[in-house]
């Protein structure tokens, strides 16, 4: 159940009235908080910490900060760090120490959209984000937020005198300028995305003033605070950048378009924001270094920002206006740099892993690169660590809507999906590519751990190997063996389908041991491994034969503000579910696409119903249950091995670092261990 009220009331006048306001401020850290409570866990607001510690908070800046400043492309000279943060700027109490500025995160990505969130999200901030309980909302860029009482108005705080990188006011129009003359604007985004649509229709955004925005609903949002809290999309873009190059905000646009070689709004907003809030796609830096040389990169309120991209990684350097500072008064970020390498080979990340080359890996380091790259930890002067994860289960989904409509029929038919469940033997499995970790477990659209209305059967039906009984079902469907033994379709071609996969999203052991399992019913799979763009492009064409990934984006807080993973196409761009015809059925009203059947048509009807109550209440979990049961029915993806612990790796030099809670995409990497309080010990 949201809180419904969690604005901080100023309380600085009490610190004043009591005589302390001169007091140095108590230097609290998670480890020792000097006895200070603050209102949410680990920080405060600045009027709240100079009351409980009695003090006045005198601001320090980086020493390096003009240096880096004059690396970003088109920012001015800088005022001082008093004037650059906000005017209630947030207070972070470190984890263990308070840091020491300078140094560089060094990391690998496998390319400019691939493998890279881990990294994106050491920078990233958001309206809220959860504390690092997984548990607790806790304010960021937003100072507060009010919910009226059948959720459908939600009034969002900010912070008075947050700038952006470049040193403009940020304010509650950057929120309605990103959601009015972006998001919803036609001529910009051609469709709004699904994910920002509400009872059918956009939320009504509103600026009520500089630092108070409104977002009305159609219907019941409860959980769309989570969102926020552990998502990649930001609800604000810089109007004053941005809007230059829009008719309704400058007269002089279409001068302006031209003198930059801009033919529209949407190809100068497309330049610099990429056509997605997804901010791993190549920077103005990248596509077209002149032009972003005389136009300058798109401010940002992130931690770092990005001031040089070339085809072989990206450079960015620390937000001169970024709004947190810890509770001796410093500014942060400590760190100077983020280094991001592009490395597609995994032997050549781990071997730069385990030459100390690389100060934090999350993303894309897998179990079974656990034993060897403990064994070098010495001599990379790093630690590899394993933490619990959500969504790591890999799944296997037979294209439900495939082109061909024969397999399109097999693939339809639950019995097949049971049959190639009770195929695989996941003990094997677990032992080869798991090093016998995890537990044996079906892949449903939620984490169980994290809702409590999932009925075990749903995870654990058909997990078992069980030749004879899938052979029988194969057998039922009438799917017969010719004369060396190999499966026949009903047309009389052999029964064969490919499996394209990306490493980054599963291993290619488990595949190898798919296909020899499978093989052995009879049925013929070839296997073709291609990078994580080529999937996302083939798979969102819908010309794969079985959609493969992590099953990610499951998580309860997660799946309560967004249904993607529940409803067709039970997935997104980046991680493609494939019903994708029966969605587009719906979206044309049966013009288009494929009628689905009566239960997948009966997801929406839930999905809506799921949405609008607040998670964990009775409605939400009986709305939750039943879609889980049609999911579970209908076995609409197999899992194969879950609760999987995950390694990361951590240079011994970077400080202030919390163990994870979890290792998890759900939770956006990083974004709940305060990545900006992370310093390098020198």
């Not at 100023?10 to 401020?25: F, Q």
Request: proline share 7%; with cysteine; glycine share 8%.
């Amino acid at each position: 159940m949201p809180v419904r009220r969690l604005l901080l009331s100023g309380v600085a006048a009490l610190a004043l009235a009591a005589g302390a306001a001169a007091a140095a401020c108590p230097e609290a850290t998670v480890a020792d908080m000097k006895g200070l409570s603050p209102a949410f866990p680990q920080q405060f607001e600045l009027d709240e910490f100079q009351a409980v510690g009695g003090c006045a908070l005198a601001f320090a800046e980086n020493p390096a900060i003009a240096e880096l400043n004059a690396r970003i492309v088109g920012n001015p000279a800088l005022p001082p760090v008093a004037e650059r943060l906000p005017a209630e700027p947030l207070v972070v109490a470190p984890y263990a120490a308070i840091g020491q500025y300078g140094g560089a995160i060094t990391g690998v990505s496998r390319g400019t959209e691939s493998g890279t969130s881990d990294l994106l999200s050491v920078r990233h901030v958001n309206l809220v984000r959860y504390a690092d309980d997984l548990k607790t909302i806790v304010p960021n860029v937003a100072k507060g937020w009010t919910w009226n009482e059948d959720f459908t108005q939600l009034i969002i705080t900010l912070r008075a005198g947050h700038k952006w990188s470049d040193g403009a006011p940020f304010t509650a129009h950057d929120v309605a300028f990103w959601h009015n003359d972006v998001l919803t604007n036609s001529a910009i985004t051609e469709k709004t995305p699904d994910r920002w649509v509400f009872g059918d229709r956009p939320a009504t955004v509103e600026a009520l003033d500089d630092a108070t925005v409104r977002f009305t609903f159609a219907s019941p949002q409860p959980n769309i605070i989570n969102r926020w809290a552990m998502d990649y999309g930001q609800t604000f873009l810089p109007r004053h950048f941005l809007g230059r190059f829009m008719d309704a905000h400058n007269a002089d646009a279409a001068s302006l378009r031209a003198e930059f070689g801009f033919a529209s709004e949407k190809e100068a907003i497309d330049f610099f924001y990429g056509g997605s809030d997804w901010k791993d796609v190549p920077s103005p830096l990248l596509k077209d270094p002149a032009r972003a040389a005389k136009t300058g990169v798109m401010p940002t309120l992130e931690s770092h920002i990005v001031a040089a991209e070339d085809s072989n990684g990206r450079r960015l350097v620390a937000n001169p206006y970024f709004h947190m500072v810890d509770t001796a008064g410093h500014q942060l970020p400590y760190i100077d740099e983020i280094r991001e390498d592009y490395v597609p080979e995994r032997d050549v990340v781990n071997l730069r892993v385990m030459n100390g080359q690389v100060v934090w890996k999350q993303q894309a380091i897998e179990l079974n690169d656990f034993p060897l790259l403990k064994e070098n930890e010495a001599k990379g002067g790093y630690t590899v660590s394993l933490a619990p994860t959500l969504g790591e289960t890999v799944y296997y989904s037979f294209a439900r809507n495939h082109k061909d409509p024969v397999l399109r029929a097999i693939f339809n038919d639950p019995r097949f999906s049971q049959a190639m469940s009770l195929g695989l033997d996941r003990e094997e499995i677990r032992e080869i590519v798991y090093l016998g970790q995890g537990r044996l477990e079906q892949a449903i659209p939620v984490e169980a751990t994290t809702v409590g209305f999932v009925p075990e059967d749903a995870l654990t039906q058909f997990v078992g190997h069980d030749a004879d009984r899938a052979n029988a079902l194969l057998d039922e469907m009438k799917l017969t063996r010719n004369a060396q033994g190999q499966r026949m379709r009903p047309d009389g071609k052999p029964l064969a389908f490919r499996i394209l996969f990306a490493s980054q999203g599963s291993p290619v052991q488990l595949h190898e041991l798919a296909r020899s399992m499978w093989a052995d019913l009879g049925i013929t799979v070839d296997l073709r491994e291609v990078t994580s763009d080529e999937y996302r492009a083939t798979a969102n064409a819908n010309d794969v034969d079985v959609f493969i990934w992590k099953n990610d984006g499951i998580s309860g807080p997660f799946i309560a503000q967004d249904a993607t993973m529940l409803v067709p196409s039970f997935g997104d761009f980046f991680n493609p579910g494939g019903g994708f015809e029966w969605a587009k059925w719906r979206e044309t009203e049966g013009a288009e696409g494929i009628e689905p059947p009566a239960d997948i048509l009966r997801l929406w009807e839930l999905a809506d119903v799921f949405l609008s109550a607040p998670l964990g209440s009775a409605e939400s979990d009986a709305a939750g249950a039943e879609i889980v049961r049609i999911h579970a029915d209908q076995m609409l993806k197999i899992g194969v091995v879950a609760g999987i612990p995950s390694p990361y790796v951590q240079r011994n030099d970077l400080k202030n670092v919390q163990p994870l809670t979890a290792k998890t995409y759900d939770y956006y990497w990083t974004y709940p261990y305060r990545p900006q309080q992370w310093f390098l010990a020198r």
